[in-house]
């Protein structure tokens, strides 16, 4: 199956990744103070791998007068009661000890021995469900173990909820569980609530970012008027695939000071990644490379605009592998090298290793249902397309994998179902159109398929291949006049694309495919200059040169029966009887290759 390299996004990270508090932070960019408990910053600690994010944004802006540095919270009773246990606990939570965490939790009343106490139970049930996972079933299969204590977690995170004693980051907490229990709409509900009582939690916008799935509901949401919302809105434009609008908002945000934010160059690449801007992404990432050549995050984005490049692959791979062999990333960068070496076998087991990281990683379940289709095995290929729609609904490059798989399976109405959700997801790629123009096709609808095939090429075709298969429709229906003038149209296109080596224009595989057809149309129409001319052309290419010849040699002979012929015979011919061209006639004449 052939490989697509637009069809891959970054992944969407940790679940709990990517935290954005920072106190100097918010007094350098608004001079006000969001948070009211500086020890709130601890809880930090429980929910992420790393707070990068916040000292990133930080790094970027000018730094403060010490006079202006934030004075230290307040620290409660409850806090001052709890803060043995918390410590204690805290301690037995790193060590991913949760359920003895909880047990000397399950007494304190402070918020952030509460919370700590209701995560800790959380990621107990989330490892027991890990444990319970065969290791030989490998990652495609750990989706059908659950946690059982999401139910339990929901009933009391919900009574406090109705309470209104859930603060920022437990309704954050109550969020994710309602999330894995597939209650969508009132997790988008709380998450919103969570970014109301915490705006500069980055994890619940995340959260909601991924159950967004239009830009009416974006518009629906309430959301918090907080400078963190931008960034938010600019993630979510790239998430819908509305790149200017995107772009629009990481400009504004560099005007607003954070012109050297390593994150909105990063996300700035990822957009022009989207569009297929590849000259601008790979300067982008080359950049950000500069400023910061220990960098992995993104790097499987910068590997996917790579894959046609292996020296640069290569050297991107050993590079990661020297600073971390073991993050999520590098597995997928290197799954793509193997890929590019058709190693497909190799480049599975990789993207395995990067589920195993993390399980919810949407670009390791895309790429590895990539290799599975390589090698031929559909089922495995289908159960990681769906484990990439169900981290992230708006994956198109997954619902287009599973159009593809069901494509081999000979299966039509499938494929013409998941082509079309991949087509609302990008309705103005012309691949997902021309898909769909093949479905309708096969399914005998040849309106609905003479429609997707000239959409594509309006929306500009990326890989030049929807005038041809609309000619061919064309043809197969015997409609020649039609199909004749997409002919002229794909080989003006071919000759005109600014392509400087004519070699490259004649190695390009259907177009002796199109002279062929306009130099019998022109021949039964009596055009003979313009058959003669498309027959000349078709002896530079080895599978049509024969043809070619013949239809010259077929030219010549009526030209001299019309040379023999007495002139009272075609007199009538050249007044009244004349041909009428049915389309414009074909003009290479400036292009010679």
Not at 186 to 212: K, R
Not at 324 to 338: A, H, L, Q, S, W
Not at 339 to 363: D, I, M, T, V, W
Not at 501 to 529: C, I, W
């Amino acid at each position: 199956m052939h490989r697509v390299l637009w069809y891959r996004l970054p992944p969407s990270g940790y679940i709990l990744n990517g935290i954005v508090v920072d106190f100097h932070l918010t007094y350098k960019y608004l001079g006000s103070l969001f948070l009211e408990d500086f020890n709130s910053f601890l809880k930090l600690c429980y929910i992420a791998k790393k707070n990068f994010r916040a000292s990133e944004l930080a790094f970027a802006l000018d730094p403060l007068p010490k006079n202006e540095l934030p004075p230290s919270a307040t620290f409660t009773e409850e806090d001052a009661q709890d803060l043995d246990v918390l410590g204690l606990a805290k301690s037995y939570f790193d060590l991913k000890e949760y359920d003895r965490a909880a047990y000397f939790l399950r007494g304190c009343r402070s918020q952030k021995a509460y919370f700590l106490y209701m995560y800790s139970r959380y990621l107990s049930g989330e490892k027991k469900k890990d444990d319970e996972t065969v290791d030989s079933l490998g990652p495609l299969e750990k989706g059908q173990v659950r946690n059982e204590a999401l139910r339990e977690l929901r009933v009391e995170l919900s009574k406090k909820h109705s309470a209104g004693e859930l603060e920022g980051f437990t309704l954050y907490l109550y969020g994710v569980v309602l999330r894995k229990l597939d209650l969508l709409k009132e997790a988008v509900e709380v998450f919103v609530e969570a970014t109301h009582a915490l705006p500069l939690h980055w994890g619940a916008w995340l959260e909601l970012c991924n159950l967004i799935t239009n830009i009416d509901m974006l518009k629906s949401l309430s959301l918090p008027d907080c400078w963190i919302r931008d960034f938010f809105m600019a993630h979510m434009y790239t998430e819908l695939q509305m790149i200017k609008e995107a772009l629009q908002k990481y400009q504004s945000l560099i005007e607003s000071g954070f012109s050297k934010s390593t994150y909105i160059i990063s996300q700035i690449a990822v957009a022009y990644h989207n569009i297929r801007d590849i000259d601008q992404a790979l300067a982008l990432f080359n950049e950000l490379r500069e400023q910061d050549p220990f960098r992995i995050e993104n790097m499987d984005t910068f590997s996917n605009l790579l894959y046609s490049m292996k020296p640069e692959l290569s050297y991107l791979a050993h590079n990661l592998v020297e600073i971390d062999k073991y993050r999520v990333e590098t597995c997928c960068v290197i799954g793509n090298y193997y890929s590019l070496r058709s190693q497909h076998e190799k480049a599975a087991l990789y993207f395995q290793r990067a589920l195993k990281l993390n399980p919810r990683c949407l670009g390791a379940w895309t790429l590895m249902g990539h290799e599975y289709m390589e090698m031929k095995n559909t089922s495995a290929a289908i159960q990681a397309y769906r484990h990439a729609i169900e981290v992230n609904k708006r994956d198109y490059r997954a619902w287009y994998g599973l159009g593809q798989t069901y494509e081999i399976l000979k299966m039509p109405f499938y494929c013409l179902y998941y082509y079309r959700k991949a087509h609302q997801l990008r309705p103005n790629d012309s691949r997902m159109l021309v898909a769909l123009g093949e479905s309708y096709e096969k399914l005998s609808q040849h309106v609905e398929a003479k429609k997707c095939y000239w959409r594509a090429y309006s929306v500009g075709d990326v890989e030049r291949m929807a005038l041809l298969k609309l000619a061919k429709l064309h043809e197969q229906l015997n409609e020649s006049d039609d199909a004749a003038q997409c002919y002229i149209i794909y080989i003006q296109d071919i000759f005109s694309c600014g392509v400087s080596n004519p070699m490259e224009q004649l190695e390009h595989a259907e177009v002796s495919t199109a002279l062929r057809y306009l130099g019998q149309y022109y021949f039964k129409n009596k055009l003979y200059d313009e058959a003669s001319l498309c027959a000349q052309r078709c002896c530079d290419y080895n599978d049509a040169r024969e043809e070619g010849k013949a239809l010259l040699r077929q030219i010549s002979q009526v030209r001299d029966h019309m040379e023999a012929s007495s002139t009272d015979l075609f007199g009538p011919l050249s007044s009244n009887n004349t041909p009428v061209r049915r389309v414009s006639p074909l003009d290479l004449s400036s292009f010679s290759p």
